[in-house]
């Protein structure tokens, strides 16, 4: 072991520089278990060790903090194959005063290089060498800044500059930083430039005008390096802000804190990404985000997702409670004060992927709001917002959807095909449809749907982020238009499982919307049938109307058109409107020699050939009136049948 004590003068500054001239010592791994040369910050090996190094070495430059250095030499090996080391050393006074580092820490072995790391959310100042006075000829430090980067905390680096005095050849042009500059890389990494196009990096020198834009790092770190040439000058004076940061594509909210962007549309920007915040890693918990997306006067906003996996088992079917969660509201003006009103789309957790989402004729906006719990992060969600001109409701070009009124029963099918038959088409990308059904004040809409085939799963159990729920097509159905606490079902699917409440959904009510959506991505289905009619609920004391049928079990008033109609019509689980009761039942055939046999007895035997003449014709037609009404009754039982659910 050789033992090698460099010691300077504390009186003068003076400060310790080694360059290894040559190095190549046996390399027995990275931590250097058998020969190695350490090097300790300061007089004894009790001091800080800079670094251990061993194997063959290159360029290795090593400065002290202060005046002293200690250097040990360890050989454990035998043999003479590797030459060791040869090394200059210098004491100066010359050297950066490290007094000008205020915020963070220097980095042992270096001239003037610091390391600033952030104590969550702070800010501080870094200045040139030797500020604030001139800063030294033929200087190089490297300021590395790097932000909370943990599964709870991500920050990104915001520079400001406040002052920036670093002046370039006489006669050098603009962008000519051969006499000093400051070079910052986003990435925190540092690399040769690539060219003008290179946008992981850029260099300031001269004298700028004030203020410059902020600059940001690309993630959680930002690398900057001072040098200077042959000119001198005061060097700069920039504020470091570390603030959360959500990885978001938009406008970001003034408050880095508060997580909120803006999507808004403008003359060439028409559409664009979304996603979780952080994604494609995971989100963070305990976060509230707030996602506007903001069109023009005459334009709709629309949302498609691609992607939808929160923490938490929740589906179509729940209310999300406890769990993370999407709200999507529509959200207008509402005086000329510019409060606005919001009102809720949907709710969704789990896998249960958003349907395609458009705002209404009129509405411009559209809000999402992410909400996750201190516990469970998965990658989120990624979708695609589109700002499209503004269509009427009820506009001839879509060729679908209506204002239903003054009916009390109807069928809507879209794509439309007639009544018991296949549908010859497939609906498209892009469909906007859209059916209001007003029945009269004091009855209900009741709606029975009674063949779906539309893409999509809504098997929890089996499907994956991309595939579950509604994100191709969907039916949604609005069954209370007075209240945003609505959680409006969104029905897909081809089985007939996929049906909830066997197919039946009534309003509140005297108004039902329902709406069918398809992404720019849908694959094409053969779309949905339901019938649909008006019903009440007679109050104490009073009776259906003279025109209408009394469901035995639910208690509603229906048309008394649809009673043996071949449909259900009084609602889930009463059958009453299609009763044997109601509509009766096959009769039980009778033998003709039976009929013969009651008939003989009747008179002689030229009446009772007449009066059996006569009991056969009877008999005949109640036969055919009896086949011809079981007939209507199958034929209109079975008239939604024809489609396979899984056709």
Partial sequence: MCSYQFLGQRSTNQRVRIEFMDFDLFSGGAHCPYDRLTIHDGATEQDPVISTNCGPQRGLIVFSSQENLFISFITNRSGGENRGFHAIFEFSENYVNLEFITAGEHVRGTECDQRILSTGRSNGIIKSPN????????????????????????????????????????????????????????????????????????????????????????????????YSGTTQGLGFRILYQFETYFKVPGIAHPDSNICEFRF??????????????????????????????EGAANEQARLEFDLFRLSGDGNYNNDCQNQ?????????????????????????CGTAMPAPIISRFGVHDLKLRFVTDATGVTNGFRGRYMFQPAEPTFSATKGCGENIRNQTHGRIAFPDFPDGEKSVSKYTVNASCEWWITVRPGYNVLVNLT????????????????????????????????????????????EATDIPNGGQLRSPKNVMRLTFTTSSKATGGDGFALRWNEVRHPVVGDRCEADEFFCDKNKFCINKDLRCDGHHNCGEFDGSDE?????????????????????????????????????MVVCVCRRRRKAERRRKRQQNMNQDQHHEWNS
């Avoid at 050849?169 to 060219?195: N, P, Q, Y």
């Fill in 131 to 226: 500020s604030p006075f001139l800063y030294q000829p033929n200087v190089e430090c490297r300021y590395f800044i790097e932000g909370l980067n943990n599964a709870e905390d991500l920050e990104r680096v915001r520079l400001t500059v406040e002052m920036f005095r670093m002046p370039q050849l006489l006669g050098a042009e603009k962008g000519d930083c051969s006499a000093g500059g400051l070079t910052v890389w986003f990435t925190g990494v540092e690399s040769r430039s690539s060219g003008p196009s290179d946008t992981t990096q850029t260099t300031l020198c001269g004298t700028p005008n004030l203020p410059l834009p902020a600059l940001f790092s690309a993630d959680s770190k930002i690398l900057l390096k001072f």
């Fill in 264 to 293: 808004q549309s403008g003359p060439h920007i028409k559409s664009g990404d979304f996603h979780s915040p952080r994604h494609p890693a995971n989100y963070p918990p305990n976060t509230n985000c707030t996602y506007i997306f």
């Fill in 324 to 348: 993370d969660y999407v709200d999507i509201f529509e959200t207008s003006a509402v005086d000329s004060r510019q409060r606005r009103r919001d009102m809720l789309i949907g709710r969704y």
């Fill in 451 to 494: 063949f779906m085939g539309i893409e999509g799963s809504k098997n929890f159990q089996t499907c994956s982020a991309t595939s579950c729920g509604c994100s191709g097509a969907a039916l949604k159905v609005f069954t209370d238009l007075t209240t945003d606490k609505q959680l409006n079902p969104e029905l897909c699917g081809v």
């Fill in 579 to 615: 009763s044997v009761t109601e509509c009766g039942e096959p009769e039980v055939e009778v033998s003709f020699f039976e009929d013969l046999t009651m008939m003989g007895s009747v008179g002689g035997a030229v009446g009772g050939v007449l009066l059996i003449v006569i009991v």
